[in-house]
Each structure stands twice: as C-alpha cells, then as structure tokens.
C-alpha cells in the first residue's frame, strides 16, 4: 500500500458527460501528479500540483481540468467524454515536487469506461 | 522532449534463472534520474529500484539491479532468481533532475515467469 488513496476505483459513464476522479495524498506529500494509461500504452503525464498551484502540465487535453484543494487532495475533472478517453487514471504523489531524492508514489488507479 | 524506449514487448523467464529487460532514453541533460516500476495485474504501479545520474555505481534492490550506461543512455533492469511473483509488467522511467517532477515512461515490458 503505497498511502496514496483514489476514488472511484472504477467509473462507467457515457460519451458526453462529466466526471470528477479524486487522490488523497500521502500523508505529509505536497505534489500531486495525475496520469493517464491507455489500453497496451505507458502512462503519459497530464499534470501537476504542488501545495494547491499547478506545477507542470503535460498532454492534458482542454476537456481536463484539475486542482488541488486546501486539504492536498486533488480531483481531476474530464468533461465531453469521448470513447478514446477510456483508461487508467492514476494519481501519484511526492513530498516537495523538486529535489533529487524525490519518488513518485501511484495510487491504485480509477479505471474510467465511457461507453 | 525526453523519450523512453523499451523495445521488448514481452519477455519470460523460468523461474529461478535470471533475466534483463532494456531500456533506451534520449535527453540532453546531464543530471536526471531513472526509475523501474512493476505493474502487476492488479495495476498498481510499485517502485522497484532507481539510479540517479551522477552515480556511477550501479543501483541495486536485493535480487533487482541495473545496468546504467550513461553513455549509451541505456539502463537494464536485471531480475535474479527469477519467481512467479515478478510477474507483471515493467515500466522504465525518466526523470529530469530540474525543476518539475514529470515522469517519461516507456511502454513497458511484459514478463511471464514460468513455472
């Protein structure tokens, strides 16, 4: 168990809607990464949060939005939900976000099924 | 961009004999950091070993351990004594020693672990 906690587990929506997957941190993390793994692919990086501001941001399409809240949690938003955005969303989470020691720590995914 | 190559799709191994899994990244930065990870069918992704850059020294995690030619910018992962636990697939992963945290991941590799 790696401390980093998501919810839903799995998520079954229709072409068109909205959803809010949500990550609790490790206890004392201040950096929030979010994740996407197609089916057969690596994962590609969408964005990141340290202490409530975004970081850094990858190929995060613009129907995604994320933010990390007072508390550290962090919630991803997809919206127009296409069949391609079918996946694993994982979140994963570090102490500072820079520095040389610093290891990401997954949480156990969000399996999202649009249909 | 940096870019992390695995270019063995699948590997399988009998149980108790040792077997490497490549990985090739492209980057022109001097300090970074590589990473394995195992995914197992349960998807969770689970850090397995790490080399830091600057370190000439081979990382190793009991019977994980790598390869780390920085010069060729390739880092193996070698698994000794191979058991059906180490089932799952496995991830190489970079990143970059500035600012930001993000992850580039490979497409994995799949090991098979045969009885």
């Known amino acids: 168990d790696s401390g980093v906690t998501q919810t839903p587990k799995h998520l079954i929506t229709a072409t068109g809607q909205r959803v809010t997957l949500r990550c609790s941190p490790r206890?004392?993390?201040?950096?929030v990464y979010w994740y996407q793994q197609s089916l057969d692919q690596g994962l590609q990086f969408l964005i990141q949060y340290y202490n409530g501001e975004e970081r850094a941001k990858g190929n995060i399409l613009e129907r995604f939005s994320a933010q990390q809240f007072p508390d550290l949690h962090s919630e991803l938003n997809l919206s127009s939900l296409e069949l391609g955005d079918s996946a694993l969303y994982f979140c994963a989470s570090s102490a500072v976000g820079t520095g040389t020691q610093e290891t990401q720590y997954f949480g156990p995914g969000t399996r999202l099924l649009v249909l | 961009a940096q870019t992390v190559t695995q270019s063995q799709p699948e590997m399988s191994v009998q149980e108790a004999e040792t077997v490497t899994l490549s990985c090739t990244y492209d980057t022109s930065e001097s300090d970074y950091y590589l990473f394995w990870y195992k995914q197992p069918p349960s998807r969770q992704m689970i850090l397995v070993i790490r080399q830091e850059a600057y370190k000439q020294q081979n990382a190793t995690e009991n019977r994980f351990s790598v390869n780390f030619q920085k010069a060729a910018k390739s880092f193996s992962l070698k698994i000794s004594d191979s058991q059906l636990g180490d089932a799952a697939m496995y991830f190489c992963a970079y990143r970059s020693a500035g600012t930001g945290n993000q992850f580039y991941f490979g497409t994995g590799t799949s090991l098979t672990v045969i009885p």
């Open positions: 206890s004392g993390d201040l950096s």
